[in-house]
């Protein structure tokens, strides 16, 4: 009996799963087809759907953090911050209780309501024209969505108290912020960021390329209600913050200068003051000072006065001065206003004589008991009056008979080589805008007259920065006396100089003196400050100063300077505010390691000053100069000197 076959019945559910694997397939087929045609229409839309696409796609900008600028210890001089600005959308602010709202966010605001509402009544009735004349021509309307209500940013406290109004159409815009501190002389060197972001002025400007930050993107894609939907792949690029510029300003520095500037000029009822202070070693600008007071006795120069001569106390007192261009960004007189150095310039003239070999230092002049007459018949005179003197004592008594002789050794080009090799009649390149390149009478013009002015310090005009960059090379010791230094705002790193080269060790490019000449000036003038500190314990009753000093004082009249648009000198005139001073002293220290340089100027000083004959730069600048380096050099941990030895000799004025 054979045996039949019978087919075997499929498995319960087997058809099922099969349909279900189908369907499972044939769905994903549709979403890879759905997902390849959404990224073929991202890569390459139809020619039509283009104009749709651009409306739903949105980009925010993620603006890079720009960089902190610190001082040279790390503390921020300024740094950015996220503050707010108030505009209205006037397509979303709402007609109903309109006038009320604009109240009430005016109020907020602290601004005047009608303004406000006209402000914005004007953009709506604006945009309500744009929309008729876009149904006219079938355009789309040109509507204006922003109307700023505060062009600066508001504080915290004005902006929770405009959230809490919660007014449709209000909105809040998040912007960056420039703060500064350090006060106004650190502001004016900080400088200022522009609305764009941009460094227009100080370090802000010279270092904007390494402070800016780079700005990131956002990109999304929005519904036809202008709500996001989802972000593409790689549509968010992160920004980059800017590098942060370390100045060479110390914060606590610039105070200790700010304090005493400012009691100097009060003490000396002057219009103003300058200061200014070099590391010896970097050439780095540790802080700068600049000082301006409103006196009710002052009246400006009608420039058709001639100032008499003889104008004594009983003249008018006149503004010396000059008013800013622009009150908003005021100048930095210690690099743009040049001034007549007077008797501080000896310090180079002697310099540069004793290095050319033309006196000796125990070499003894005739200096006419205080008065003398030059062979071309210009009288000269001292104010300390002796018979005969060395060239130790012409620079420490200040003596102009002495220094015309000694200088009058020199050739013309001589002379003027020495004045301009000192960094005079040429930027510093600081870097900062606005510097003056200051005024060396040309060559061609040198005279018998322009050498003996340059001697003791006029017909020379220069920065208060030239001046403690000239000074420098005589203040400093060691391997770099003698060297004038680069003058930076970067701060450097512990143990650098301004003439490292890229080896490390120090170039010659900057030589102005012989080591051994540098020596003896700074040796020499240790007499000045010996005297000033016995003067200043005598007026003030100051005393036990704990590091030893040497510079130099100085007292110039004020030029008239350039006269104003329209306007010319009168016939008559020599030039100048007669009875009315610049007073100056310079000063390095300690003696024995010298570490800063530090110039102070006075301007004008009070006329019961100059009755008192105590205007000159020994009385008014000395003293604040003095307790400015006492201070600073305490402050950065210098050791005190040992109890200052010296002969005593020094000058009245100068």
Known sequence: MSKSTRATPARPGAITDRWALFVVVMMSLVLLGLVARVAQLQAAPPEGLVPFLSDRQSRADLPGRRGDVLDRRGRVLAATRFGVRVFVDPEEFAVKDKELNLERLARV?????????????????????????????????????????????????????????????????????????????????????????????????????????????????????????????????????????????????????????????????????????????????????????????????????????????????????????????????????????????????????????????????????????????????????????????????????????????????????????????????????????????PMSRWTKYTQTSVAIGHEVAVTPIQMVRAFAAVARGGELAGLLPDVTLLAKDPGATSEAGANGKITLLHRVLRADTAAATRETLRGVTHKMDENLKKATGEEGWRYELFGKSGTAEIPLGEPPKGKRRPRGSDGYFKGQYNSSFIAAGPFEQPKLVCLVIIDDPGPERIARKQHYGSWVAGPVVRRVMDRSLAYLGVPASAKPTGDGVGHEGD
Do not use: C
């Open 109 to 441: 605001l602290g601004q005047d309501r009608e303004a406000v509402q006209a402000k914005v009544s004007a953009a709506m009735i604006a945009n309500e024209k744009a929309k008729e004349q876009a149904q006219s021509t079938g355009e789309k309307p040109r509507l204006d969505r922003v109307i700023f209500l505060t062009p600066d940013v508001i504080d915290e406290a004005t902006e929770q108290a405009v959230r809490d109004l919660r007014l449709r159409g209000v909105h809040l815009e998040r912007r960056e912020v420039r703060s500064v501190v350090g006060g106004p002389i650190a502001e004016r060197l900080v400088g200022v960021v522009g609305f764009e972001g941009a460094g227009l002025t100080g370090a802000e400007a010279r270092y904007d390329e390494k402070l800016q930050g780079e700005d990131g993107e956002f990109r999304f894609v929005r519904d036809s209600r202008g709500r996001p939907l989802w972000v593409p792949l790689g549509g968010v690029t992160p920004p980059s913050a800017g590098r942060d510029v370390r100045l060479s300003f110390d914060l606590e520095i610039q105070r200790i200068l700010d304090e005493e500037v400012n009691r100097g000029v009060i003490d000396a009822d002057a219009q103003g003051g300058r200061g200014v202070i070099l590391d010896l070693a970097t050439g780095e600008v540790l802080a700068m000072s600049d000082v301006r007071r409103t006196l009710p006795d002052v009246v400006e120069y009608d420039w058709l006065t001639v100032i008499p001569k003889d104008k004594g106390l009983g003249g008018p007192r006149y503004l010396t001065i000059k008013p800013d261009e622009n009150a908003s960004n005021p100048r930095n007189r210690v690099v743009e206003d040049v001034y007549e150095p007077g008797s501080t310039f000896k310090s180079f003239m002697w310099a540069a004589a004793l290095e050319a070999g033309v006196v000796r230092l125990d070499e003894v002049f005739d200096t006419g008991g205080g008065r003398w007459t030059t062979p071309y018949g210009r009288p000269i005179a001292d104010v300390v009056r002796r018979g005969t003197q060395n060239w130790r004592e012409v620079l420490v008594n200040s003596s102009n008979i002495g220094m015309v002789k000694g200088t009058s050794r020199l050739t013309f080009e001589q002379m003027r080589n020495a004045v301009t090799k000192f960094g005079f009649g040429s930027r510093t390149g600081i870097g900062l805008g606005g510097e003056t390149a200051g005024i060396v009478t």
